[in-house]
């Protein structure tokens, strides 16, 4: 189990200070490992895991909105992820039902749009009805942007985003020459939006799990050995203070001169 804060950390008022506001990320997504290991540590359910997990992402969006990241995308759960056994996939379910139904008015009241990525093909009725309902509520919200990827796979988004540019040109709209990276951006289900500049993963993991694939492509990579329901505000910030630590290049080499 994580050992409690000493008295020589920081705290989270000051880790807040610390931060560079001029450059904090437009945009974090988190790969949120570890729920199950967690239960299992316990003996408990793995859905226990999963409960304790909507308790960390309840903190992660609170200091999103706190110090003013614009945009957060929470890997909620994968087209791999039906894989699992089906009493934990049917609770997993249910349980993000719950927590739109249970969350949702308080994400409004404090300014949050709720946005769902991914696909919506073999989503249970009732999972949508709850997701829809939140981003109908929450549609004109502008404090911050939460895209909740559910049944998102990035090889899948990219088959899809594929698919409707082929359609357009079998229908004689494009052609395939005008195909751009900005093109086939604005097909993919973030259109719109800036890439991360941040991919948080959880659970001391080092994969990335066929999320975001053409998104992250420059995207700064911290990796927490924290297992997600024990991750607090305080390990976001530090996530969020390793980034501003890093000279971003983007593939260019740096003026040594300078």
Known sequence: MRQSQTKAEPDIDDLIQRLDRSRLP??????????????????????????????????????????????????????????????????????????????????????????????????????????????TLTQNNTRLLLNVAINYG??????????????????????????????????????GIADPDLLIRTGNEYRISNFLLWQIAYAEIHISPVLWPDFTKRDFLLAVLDYQRRERRFGGRVDESS
Not at 102 to 124: D, K, M, T, Y
Not at 163 to 169: E, F, G, H, I, N
Not at 184 to 189: G, V
Request: proline content about 4%.
């Open 154 to 191: 990035g090889r899948d988004e990219l088959i899809r985003a594929v698919r409707s540019l082929a359609k357009k040109v079998a229908d004689g709209t494009i052609q395939p020459e005008e195909i751009t990276e900005a093109m086939l951006a604005s097909h993919l289900d973030t259109a």
């Open 26 to 135: 437009r945009h974090i997504a988190v790969i949120m490992d570890g729920n199950r290991r967690w239960a299992l540590q316990r003996g408990l359910p793995v859905l226990e895991g999963h409960r304790a997990g909507a308790e960390a992402t309840r903190r992660v969006v609170e200091i999103c909105g706190d110090i003013g990241v614009p945009i957060l995308t929470l890997y909620a759960f994968s087209t791999e992820n039906w894989k699992r056994p089906k009493p934990e996939v049917d609770g997993l379910v249910a349980l993000i039902e719950e927590t739109l139904r249970q969350e949702r008015a308080e994400l409004h009241a404090n300014g949050v749009r709720v946005r769902h990525i991914g696909s919506r093909h073999g989503l249970p009725q009732s999972l949508m009805a709850e997701m829809e309902e939140t981003e």
